[in-house]
């Protein structure tokens, strides 16, 4: 079947060649951006996450292989949300063009092509685990504005290129192409500044008071952070600190509407609003938060000031039943991460945080409330917008990167990193100060070693803080001799063992290996 647009009796769908293929192209794309506005415009209501490319976005997040989630994190970092919307709108883009030139010639299966968006996107938000019926109908309108805008392009394009067509025809077309792209980028970016003033919690995380902990800590010394230029320093500011999670869109939570349930095996099950939280005894705890996706010298590992309550209290309360093994935390937007009970109850200092650094927590790490369990990775102890806590076993169920390949066990492993200088920097030769940071959370770290052209010498250490902290470290190398060196770094815990040389890659449990660099000496 040819199913090319007829106009008054006649096939007129003339205009061949790169003109009308690129009108084709286009008014393809104005359909896809009209539809693109119309889900924002829904999701105004229905919600953030609802909006079509979050949830394709969020559902090609959970739907991607570890290996391609991995090299996401390694490559884009904490930018590998933008990344991944951008190859979102590239696709999007790519096909909706492509749509458009099929629908000069083949106009239904090309409104099949606009409605499998639809499809698409209702099935992505249907599949969030956060989602509820008012999550479909973003995508829904988007699909139907797709078609609708695709099949009314097309037939303006065709009444244009009809050979009896005059100047009003083509105005005709033009004007709709360029009026519907106008409304589309107004619709669309007024609907996403609509969208984030409407779910933003920055105001509501500006009125909360963090009352002063029960249990403060005094300030750190001086001496925790060797004086190296270009060292960071020794608690990571807010805004320098490392963010890997996997929500496109941020969850904006209300405080006053926040609670957090502690259920499942346990003997009474309890809720804790955000207020009754800010009433329990609160401490003051110094903790270094690594990710398991850390590549051997990379940098997602911060070092903060917390404030919270103590976990373990709550769980007693709750009176933990005899055979729950696994914490199985859930977040606003159905993260899940199992965290083992022992971990919380072993006298660390597992804690409900709500504060980092002398302020609430920052939206981004999980405000208004998330945990935080001393040594280990964070994708099984550091839920953030945490909202239930679940008492479970690991046998019955598995947290999300637990399903998809990683370990269920996951203790930081002991590492250690060359900060200062850069891989690759040229240095003056004579005296070259070599600085960094190394970690082996909730067991402390006892010595740093440097290897300089294969000879193991001892750093010096900063100042301990707790173990439970990372602890920076610095070496003074006299007598640098001019020429290219290889300088690598380790570690010993405070159980007295030397940091692993065998190289692991990321999966499943996290990175080992030393820390190599080059460092020319001119
Ligand atoms: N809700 C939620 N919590 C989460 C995650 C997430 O994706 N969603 N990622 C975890 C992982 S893998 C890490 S390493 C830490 C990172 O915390 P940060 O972003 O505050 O540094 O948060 C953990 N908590
Ligand atoms: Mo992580």
Partial sequence: MDDAVVVGGRKRFGRAGFGGIALGALSGLVAGACALAAGELVAVFAGAASAPGVAVGEWAIDLAP????????????????????????????????????????????????????????????ATRPAANTGSLFPSLCAGAVAVWVLLWLTRLAAESAAE?????????????????????????????????????????????????????????????????????????????FYRVDTALSVPQIDPSKWMLRIRGMVA???????????????????????????????????????????????????GVRTGADQILATSSDGMTIGTPV?????????????????????????????????????????????????????????????????????PVKTASRIDVPGDGASVSQ?????????????????????????????????????????????????NAPRGSHRVAVRATDGTGTVQTSAVRDVVPDGASGYHEITVNAV
């Avoid at 609907?191 to 995380?205: E, G, L, Q, V």
């Avoid at 001393?374 to 679940?390: C, I, M, N, R």
């Avoid at 402390?444 to 902290?469: C, K, M, N, Y």
Wanted: hydrophobic share 45%; proline share 7%; net charge neutral.
């Fill in 430 to 478: 004579g005296t070259v100060t070599l600085a960094g940071t190394a970690w082996a959370t909730h067991r402390g770290v006892a010595a740093v070693e440097v290897r300089i052209d294969g000879q193991w010498r001892e750093a010096a250490l900063a100042a301990s803080d707790t173990p439970d902290t990372w602890r920076q470290w610095s070496y003074k190398w006299e």
């Fill in 66 to 125: 570890t290996a391609v989630k991995e090299f996401a994190i390694r490559e884009f970092g904490t930018h590998d949300k933008s990344a991944l919307l951008t190859g979102v709108y590239v696709v999007l883009a790519l096909i909706c063009a492509a749509a458009g030139v099929l629908a000069r010639r083949h106009l239904t299966a090309a409104g099949f092509i606009a409605a499998g968006f639809g499809v698409i996107g209702i099935l992505a938000a």
């Fill in 164 to 240: 009896d067509a005059g100047p009003t025809e083509r105005r005709r077309f033009l004007g709709a192409l360029l009026g519907a792209a106008a409304g589309a980028a107004v619709g669309g970016f007024g609907a996403k500044s609509w969208i984030d003033s409407r779910y933003n919690a920055a105001p509501a995380r500006a009125a909360v008071k963090i009352p002063v902990p029960a249990r403060p800590l005094p300030p750190v010394t001086a001496a925790t952070h060797p004086d190296v230029p270009g060292l960071g320093p020794f608690f990571t500011p807010n805004a320098s």
């Fill in 268 to 318: 009474r099950p309890l809720e804790l609003t955000f207020e009754q939280l800010l009433k329990l005894p609160l401490e003051e705890h110094d903790l270094t938060l690594t990710c398991v996706s850390n590549p051997v010298g990379g940098p997602y590992c911060g070092n903060a000031r917390w404030i919270g309550t103590p976990l373990a209290p709550l769980l007693r309360q709750a």
């Fill in 342 to 410: 022992n971990a919380v109850l072993d006298g660390r200092e597992a804690m409900l945080a709500v504060a980092m650094n002398g302020q609430a927590l920052p939206i981004e790490h999980g405000f208004p409330c998330r945990m935080l369990v001393p040594g280990l990775y964070g994708y099984v102890s550091a839920t953030k917008w945490v909202v239930d806590l679940e008492l479970t076993t690991f046998a019955s169920s598995a947290g999300y990167w637990v399903a998809r390949g990683w370990a269920q066990q996951a």
